[in-house]
């Protein structure tokens, strides 16, 4: 079965929507799939001289228009092994990593893509965006990198390309980049009007507003998935840092909003927290205001992370999830977090 019709299958199969936006997409993706097939069958042209692989994919598009469920299905059915998935986030952060293990080096950026190029031919990056200036540097290099040494790359993202800009940026970063995703990547946009994560609110444990009777429906699921586990106040954290729980057991953690997203902790405390509780309550969520934008980004982060490892969420806000943060700096990034924070809710349905 090809990706066209494995694709469709799975869609009938779950009784998802798509649209004509989607099928177009998706027909693309079947040409580049059949060039990978073909691509493959070459052992002389894969193995020896890795040359002319398919043109590399930027995907985008607005939130919930299904470009990471159709681009991971896409990711899956590449035919060799020598590949990876990353969340745009975690790469970064990856390459800072190897970039401090290798600071002794005369060219550290360059031995790291040259070590990656070796062990994968194919690179997804899902979430793809630039928000922070070192950034731009280290991606715009490394990814030259990668593109001369025929590593195949493909992205999802919510930005047109052309748009990429942002308010901590100068343009003599941005525009390299955009540049050179214009120049290596097929641009394809899915831009249905639909967003499909808003379609039902089935098993939804996002209450608002914050009141008793909501603050005891998270303390009715605190202690149902509790059972009769020990409870604790507080877990350690990376650094042997202790960070205060409002209630905490070994399968469920609740944290009040600004213990975590005002104080000084990071995305890797938050990974810290995602690898040791699958079930996580998080209350006290504020309308944030304007001049809230530090405590903004901290939650997108923290819902990004939240996200890519599948936790079940329990939310109590002061507002609906499109009222938590609509004038500021982010107010546009922040359209994912809330479709994010929607889809989230399907996790309690998934067996």
């Known amino acids: 079965m090809n990706f066209k019709e494995y694709y469709i299958n799975y869609l009938i199969k779950k009784k998802y929507y798509f649209d004509s936006s989607q099928i177009k997409v998706i027909n693309y993706l079947q040409l580049i799939y059949e060039k990978w097939i073909k691509y493959n069958k070459n052992f002389f042209k894969k193995i020896i001289l890795r040359k002319k692989v398919p043109q590399g994919i930027y995907l985008w598009g607005d939130v919930g228009r299904g470009k990471s469920d159709i ?5 899956s ?3 060799f092994e020598k590949k990876i998935r990353f969340h745009f986030y975690e790469w970064i952060k990856n390459i800072h990593y190897e970039l401090h293990k290798s600071k002794n080096l005369s060219n550290p950026l360059d031995n790291i893509a040259l070590k990656v190029s070796k062990k994968y031919w194919l690179i997804y990056l899902d979430e793809f965006h630039i928000s922070d200036t070192a950034n731009a540097i280290i991606f715009f290099n490394f990814f030259k990198k990668l593109l001369y040494n025929n590593v195949y790359i493909i992205m999802t993202s919510n930005y047109d390309p ?18 050179l995703l214009k120049e290596k990547m097929d641009i394809v946009n899915i831009n249905g009007n639909t967003d499909y994560r808003f379609l039902s609110k089935k098993n939804s444990h996002y209450y ?16 149902k998935i509790k059972k009769k586990s020990k409870e604790n106040s507080y877990i350690y954290v990376t650094g042997n840092r202790k960070i205060y729980t409002v209630r905490c057991s070994k399968d469920i953690i609740w944290f009040d909003f600004f213990t975590l997203c005002k104080g ?4 890797n405390d938050y990974l810290y927290i995602v690898n040791n509780f699958k079930n996580i309550i998080l209350s006290n969520v504020p309308c944030m205001s304007i001049d809230m934008s530090l405590e903004a ?20 806000a002061e507002v609906e999830p499109v009222k938590l943060y609509t004038k500021g700096p982010l107010s546009n990034e922040f359209k994912r977090t809330v479709s994010r924070i929607m889809e989230m809710q399907y996790f309690y349905s998934e067996k």
Not at 208 to 223: E, Q, V
Not at 264 to 267: L, M, N, W
């Open 208 to 223: 608002a507003p914050i009141n008793t009777l909501n603050n005891n429906k998270l303390l009715y699921l605190f202690n």
């Open 297 to 316: 980004r901290r939650f997108t982060w923290l819902i990004d992370i939240f996200y890519e490892y599948k936790i079940k969420l329990i939310i109590l």
């Open 71 to 75: 681009m991971n299905f896409f990711y």
């Open 264 to 267: 000084t902790y990071s995305q």
């Open 77 to 79: 059915m590449i035919p």
């Open 162 to 179: 052309n748009l990429l800009y942002s308010n901590n940026l100068h343009n003599n970063h941005i525009l390299p980049i955009i540049k």
